[in-house]
């Protein structure tokens, strides 16, 4: 089973600020990681898929990277909105479905 | 538009049984694979269990196989988990979701219900 590492747990942060959260992958893998957005009392809501490809709707303030070593997985928010005080979630879908975490972005 | 709304959680004794079930609406249900994810009280996300558009292949997580079974109907649009021999730490909300396409591979995870809670307790 492939295990996801995400980090940091909590993040503390100001509107405007530039936020990186990382995933970690036991195995390397292509491609097939997606970001959600979960605000208390909500469903996931989905806001990348394919490591990097925005969902329909999803600012663009949100961006998706990996590493060449196909291991390590970047969500990054370029100026911080108050909508975005949530907990973030990376998951795997090479084999099976596995998710990291989670990290709550709240306000410094 | 696109919905998905679970109905069948409540409180449960160990070693009991449950029936979740999931209608759809909007989309066209038969096309589509789906999952159920439960996320335990102050926790993450934890996948349970998927099944293909038409049901020829269903896939569980390690800590619930061979108690949980999924199913669908596609005529009603409606997809179930009957969950047997529940534990303690089956405690969760059961989010009922919508994969992008057809099977579960390779497919990320686009609607979700709001999900129903099951409390298993003595």
């Known amino acids: 089973d492939i295990q996801m590492t995400q980090s940091p747990s909590t993040l503390s942060a100001n509107v405007g600020d530039r936020v990186t959260i990382t995933c970690r992958a036991s195995q390397s893998f292509s491609n097939w990681l997606a970001w959600y957005q979960q605000k208390p009392g909500k469903a996931p809501r989905l806001l990348i898929y394919k490591t990097s490809t925005l969902e329909s709707g999803v600012p663009s303030r949100f961006s998706g990277s990996a590493s060449e070593s196909g291991t390590e997985f970047t969500l990054t928010i370029s100026s911080l909105q108050p909508d975005d005080f949530a907990t973030y979630y990376c998951q795997q879908y090479n084999s099976y479905w596995t998710f990291g975490q989670g990290t709550k972005v709240e306000i410094k | 538009q696109v919905q998905v709304v679970e109905s069948g959680g409540g409180v449960v004794q160990p070693g009991r049984s449950l029936r979740l079930s999931c209608a759809a609406s909007?989309?066209?249900?038969?096309?589509?694979?789906m999952h159920w994810v439960r996320q335990a009280p102050g926790r993450g996300l934890e996948w349970v269990a998927v099944?293909?558009?038409?049901?020829?292949?269903?896939y569980y997580a390690d800590s619930v196989k061979g108690r949980f079974t999924v199913s669908r109907d596609n005529s009603n649009n409606t997809m179930f988990l009957q969950m047997n021999s529940l534990r303690v730490e089956d405690t969760a909300i059961y989010y009922c979701?919508?994969?992008?396409?057809?099977?579960?591979?390779?497919?990320?995870?686009?609607?979700w219900g709001q999900g129903t809670l099951v409390t298993v307790s003595s």
């Open positions: 099944i293909w558009y038409d049901g020829s292949n269903k």
């Open positions: 909007g989309f066209s249900f038969s096309n589509y694979g």
């Open positions: 979701v919508r994969t992008t396409g057809a099977t579960g591979a390779w497919l990320p995870f686009d609607f």
